[in-house]
Nanobody, 129 residues
Framework: QVQLGESGGGKVQPGGSLRLSCTASGNILSINTMGWYRQAPGNQRELVATIAQGKTFTYAESVKGRFTISRVNVKNSMYLQMDNLNPEDTAVYYC???????????????????????WGQGTQVTVSS
């Protein structure tokens, strides 16, 4: 099993900045794509940004030029630097990861390998004056 721990949410005034962090833990062999999604009240969950293991990335049009996604593979960690925040960015932000895990060893090598999607519990970001 994999756990994704998020931190860094909070309340900030328009034009301010926040930095979200997400760290994966568990029986991890590798992490493929990681990403941030968000969900505002009454809205569906939407993509904010993704970053592949090779660190290629994508952004939602609404955050391009303001948000920067990054990751440190050896730490199984991902970050989202959010600058020039506006009230429309208010939402619960979720960390996502596509992870290859293992369960036990066979002849000294990881066994029972599988790939699955995992989500964090969410962190609230509120942009308000």
């Amino acid at each position: 099993q994999v756990q994704l721990g998020e931190s860094g949410g909070g309340k900030v005034q328009p034009g301010g900045s926040l930095r979200l962090s997400c760290t994966a833990s568990g029986n991890i062999l590798s992490i493929n794509t990681m990403g941030w999604y968000r969900q505002a009240p009454g809205n569906q969950r939407e993509l904010v940004a993704t970053i592949a293991q090779g660190k290629t990335f994508t952004y939602a049009e609404s955050v391009k030029g303001r948000f920067t996604i990054s990751r440190v593979n050896v730490k199984n960690s991902m970050y989202l630097q959010m600058d020039n925040l506006n009230p429309e960015d208010t939402a619960v932000y979720y960390c996502y990861a596509n992870v290859e895990t293992y369960s036990g060893l066979s002849f000294g090598l990881p066994a029972n390998r599988k790939v699955a999607d995992y989500w964090g519990q969410g962190t609230q970001v509120t942009v308000s004056s």
